[in-house]
Every structure is written in C-alpha cells, then in structure tokens.
C-alpha cells in the first residue's frame, strides 16, 4: 500500500497551462503504473492517462491527447506530474491520482485496476 498526495491544482485561467504532481510517500515500494483520474461537473469520473512506471509508456483519454502529458520524475522515485496545456473551461474538475502495485503486464484504463488512491487536489479554470 503506498499513500498518495497531489499538489498543484488551484484557479487559473482558459488558455494558460498547469501542472500536477503525484507523490508516493513510500520510495521504497515498487509500483508500476501510475494514473489521473479527474471528476468533472459534466462528464463525472473519468480516466485521463496513465504511466508505465517502468517502460515510460504512456496512454491517454482521446480527448486528452495533444494538450496533456503524464510524466515521471526521473529524480524521484514513484512520482509523477500530468501538464495540462492550454487549458479550457471543461477541464475544472477535482484531479486523483493512482496506483497500481502488481504487475500484470499491461497498465489499464479502469478504475478498479488501481490499489491506492490520492485524496485529490482541485483545478478550477475560468472562461
């Protein structure tokens, strides 16, 4: 089990870019994929990319593609950031991150493949 804590969120503006960070407490633990998630007024809970923690593979949310990358922190071990750029309106939401312990060869889109969760950080963008 690793504890999870996002920074970064706050109020900015259409246009303007950010960026998220996700820390695991436990450097020692090994933990393979590592995720956003982003809960929004309009489209509720959904996936926003993940991370292969050990090959650097990543994959997006369709809609995600071209404007936000998932990286990881080569300095420090098991943290990663997503960079939202420009941002729009429809990205305000309440931003999660995850992870995933067990390899099971393939990191995945889905919710219930993650073990442990962050609590969260929001982003507000205005018009």
């Known amino acids: 089990q690793v504890r999870l804590a996002e920074s970064g969120g706050g109020l900015v503006q259409a246009g303007d870019s950010l960026m998220l960070s996700c820390a695991a407490a436990?450097?020692?633990?090994?933990?393979?994929?590592m995720a956003w998630w982003r809960h929004t007024p309009v489209s509720g809970r959904e996936f926003v990319a993940f991370i292969n923690m050990i090959t650097g593979n990543t994959y997006y949310q369709r809609s995600a593609k071209g404007r936000i990358t998932i990286s990881r922190d080569s300095a420090k071990k098991n943290t990663v950031s997503l960079h939202v750029n420009p941002l729009t309106p429809e990205d305000t939401g309440f931003y999660y991150c995850?992870?995933?312990?067990?390899?099971?060869?393939?990191?995945?889109?889905?919710?219930?493949?993650?073990?442990?969760w962050g609590q969260g950080t929001q982003v507000t963008v205005s018009s």
């Open positions: 995850a992870a995933r312990l067990q390899w099971t060869g393939a990191c995945q889109p889905r919710d219930d493949y993650y073990d442990d």
């Open positions: 436990e450097r020692s633990v090994n933990i393979y994929c």
